[in-house]
C-alpha cells in the first residue's frame, strides 16, 4: 500500500499528521479484499437502512429533518433535507435493526456513521467513485485506530464508543471526499472530536438514546465540515492536549502518535458484518445456541443453560440482562434472550424481537447462566468466541464452542440488500444500485448511489434525482 505523507520534520499534532496520511491515499493504495469489503459494507448498510425504515426510531428521526425542495436524499423516502440532517436520519435507519458492521478491536460501528456522511455529501457536491472508496477506508481508519488506542471496557460502561469515535471517522472521511486542504481538514477534525458523546444509561431503562448516536455523530462530522469550509479555526492538539480528547475521557494516556494504515494494514479488514440483528457482543453466543438446537427435539427438557463467553461481553452495558424486556433493544442487547430465542426458534431473526413475550423464551432467559471463560478472554478483541452448554432432564449434555463469530458472507449481505431494496425501491432501481456499488471505481458521480436509493415518482424519478436533474440544467 506504501502511503505516503508530505515529509515534515517538525514536531506536528496527530491530527494533523493524520489528516497528511488521509490526503495521500489513493484507490491503487487499497488492497483488492479492503476495497470488496468496503463495497460489501455499504450495501450492508443500505440494507439495514431499508428494512429499519418503518421502525418508531426511523420515522421520528424522519420527522425532525427540515422538508426542503432540493438537498440530500433520505433512503427509502421521498424526502429531500439538508446535508447534515440527511446524515442524521440515515444513521439512524441503518442502526434501527442493530445489524450494522462491527470494529471490535474499538468496540464501534464506523460504517453507521461514516456512509451517511458520505452519501450525503456527495449529493450536495459531484464526486467519483474512487474518492468515495478512499474517503470510507480512511474513516474506518481513523474510527479503528483512535478507538483501539482510546477505548477501555471501563469507559466503554459509561461512554457508547460509536458516539466517541464516529465524528472523528466522519469527519475525516467527508474531508478526504471533498478535498478539503490541509488546515481545513484539521479543523474539521478537531471541530468534530468536540461532540464526541453519547451516553450508556439506555441499558438500564431499556431507552431508545442508543439508536440516535451515529445520527448525531453524523450530523455533527458534516457540520464540523461545513463549519471547517466557511472558515473556522479548531484546536490544533484536540487529541493529545491537555484539554483533548484522551485526557478529557481520562483512561489512558495519549499516544505521541497515532499511525494509519501502519505496515500496509488496513482496518477495514478487521471489520465484520453481523449475521443476527443483535448486540455484537450476542452474535457468537446465538451461532452457537442454534447448533444446539439442532440437537434439541423438545425445548421444555432444558433444565440449565451455562453460556461461556469473554469478559468483555459480559460487561458491556445491557448485554447480562435476563430480563423483563419492555422493549425490543433490551431483547436485542441481551446475551440471555438471544440465546433463548436461537433455542426456541433455531434461528434469530428481526421477528423474533417483535414479541418480547414468548414464555418458552423468557422461561429459558431466567434460567441462563454466563460465565466468564479466559481463553476467550485472552483472545478478544482479535477473536470473539462463545460456548452455549445445556443440561436436559434426561440428563443428556449438549454444548458447542464457537472461537470466533461467523460474519455474514457475501451471498448473505447481497440477499438480504436485495430483498430489503426490492420491497422499497423495486427490481430495476435495487440492480441499478447494486450494480453501481460493484463498480464504483468506474462511475464519476457517487451521489447517485443515494439518489437512486428513493422511490420512483409518478413520472419515474424521485424528487432527490429531479432536484440534481434541475441543479445541473
Same mark, same amino acid.
Given at each position: ?11 506536528? &499534532? ?6 497528511? +496520511?488521509?490526503?495521500?491515499?489513493? %484507490? &491503487? ?8 469489503? %468496503? ?7 443500505? #440494507? ?43 444513521? +439512524? ?12 478491536? #474499538? ?12 452519501? $450525503? ?102 457540520? $464540523? ?7 473556522? /479555526? ?16 481520562? @483512561? ?20 465484520? !458484518? ?9 452474535? +457468537? ?57 436461537? =433455542?426456541?426458534?433455531?434461528?434469530? $431473526?428481526?421477528?423474533? /424481537? ?36 445445556? #443440561?436436559? &432432564? ?49 462511475? !464519476? ?6 439518489? =437512486? ?12 434525482? $429531479?432536484? @440534481?436533474?434541475? +441543479?445541473? @440544467?
Amino acid at each position: 500500500m506504501a502511503i505516503t505523507a508530505h515529509p515534515d520534520h517538525r514536531q506536528v &499534532s496527530i491530527a494533523r499528521a493524520m489528516v497528511r +496520511t488521509a490526503r495521500a491515499v489513493e %484507490l &491503487s493504495h487499497l488492497s483488492a479484499p479492503a476495497q470488496a469489503k %468496503l463495497k460489501m459494507c455499504l450495501l450492508d448498510f443500505l #440494507s439495514c437502512a431499508f428494512e429499519a425504515r418503518d421502525l418508531p426510531t426511523s420515522r421520528q428521526a424522519i420527522a425532525v429533518a427540515a422538508k426542503l425542495t432540493s438537498g440530500s436524499a433520505i433512503v427509502g423516502s421521498d424526502a429531500v433535507t439538508s446535508a447534515a440532517d440527511a446524515g442524521f436520519v440515515n444513521a +439512524t435507519l441503518g442502526h434501527g435493526l442493530v445489524r450494522e458492521d462491527m470494529h471490535a478491536g #474499538s468496540i464501534g460501528h464506523h460504517g453507521v456513521v461514516i456512509w451517511p456522511v458520505l452519501l $450525503a455529501l456527495a449529493q450536495r457536491t459531484p464526486v467519483s467513485g474512487v474518492r468515495l472508496l478512499c474517503a470510507a477506508a480512511v474513516g474506518y481508519e481513523v474510527g479503528g485506530r483512535v478507538g483501539r488506542t482510546l477505548m477501555t471496557a471501563g469507559l466503554a460502561q459509561l461512554f457508547r464508543p460509536t458516539g466517541i469515535l464516529g465524528p472523528l471517522a466522519g469527519a475525516m472521511a467527508g474531508s478526504v471526499l471533498l478535498g478539503l486542504d490541509e488546515d481545513a481538514s484539521v479543523s474539521a477534525l478537531a471541530l468534530a472530536a468536540n461532540t464526541s458523546s453519547g451516553l450508556n444509561q439506555w441499558p438500564h431503562e431499556g431507552g431508545s438514546d442508543m439508536y440516535f448516536h451515529p445520527g448525531f455523530a453524523a450530523r455533527s462530522a458534516i457540520t $464540523a465540515i461545513e463549519l471547517a469550509e466557511a472558515g473556522a /479555526y479548531g484546536s490544533e492538539h484536540i487529541i493529545e492536549g491537555p484539554g483533548g480528547l484522551f485526557a478529557a475521557f481520562g @483512561r489512558v494516556r495519549s499516544p505521541d502518535a497515532i499511525a494509519l494504515f501502519p505496515d500496509d494494514s488496513e482496518e477495514i479488514l478487521a471489520v465484520y !458484518n453481523k449475521p443476527v440483528p443483535a448486540c455484537n457482543f450476542a452474535q +457468537t453466543a446465538c451461532q452457537a445456541a442454534i447448533r444446539v438446537a439442532q440437537e434439541i427435539d423438545n425445548v421444555g427438557a432444558i433444565d440449565a443453560i451455562t453460556v461461556h463467553l469473554p469478559d468483555a461481553a459480559i460487561d458491556y452495558p445491557g448485554c447480562d440482562f435476563p430480563g423483563p424486556y419492555r422493549h425490543a433493544l433490551q431483547a436485542k442487547m441481551s446475551i440471555q434472550y438471544g440465546v433463548a430465542a436461537a =433455542l426456541v426458534r433455531k434461528s434469530v $431473526a428481526e421477528h423474533d /424481537y417483535r414479541r418480547l413475550d414468548d414464555p418458552a423464551i423468557l422461561r429459558l432467559a431466567i434460567l441462563m447462566r454466563l460465565k466468564r471463560d479466559s481463553e476467550f478472554t485472552a483472545a478478544f478483541p482479535g477473536a470473539q468466541g462463545a460456548e452455549v452448554e445445556v #443440561s436436559l &432432564s434426561t440428563g443428556a449434555r449438549i454444548s458447542r464452542r464457537i472461537a470466533d463469530v461467523v460474519a455474514a458472507t457475501e451471498s448473505e449481505i447481497r440477499a438480504r440488500f436485495r430483498d430489503a431494496a426490492n420491497e422499497v425501491i423495486g427490481m430495476e432501481r435495487t440492480d441499478a444500485v447494486e450494480e453501481m456499488i460493484d463498480g464504483l471505481e468506474r462511475f !464519476n458521480h457517487a451521489g447517485r448511489i443515494a439518489e =437512486l436509493c428513493t422511490p420512483a415518482g409518478r413520472k419515474g424519478k424521485s424528487r432527490a434525482v $429531479a432536484s @440534481r436533474a434541475r +441543479t445541473e @440544467r
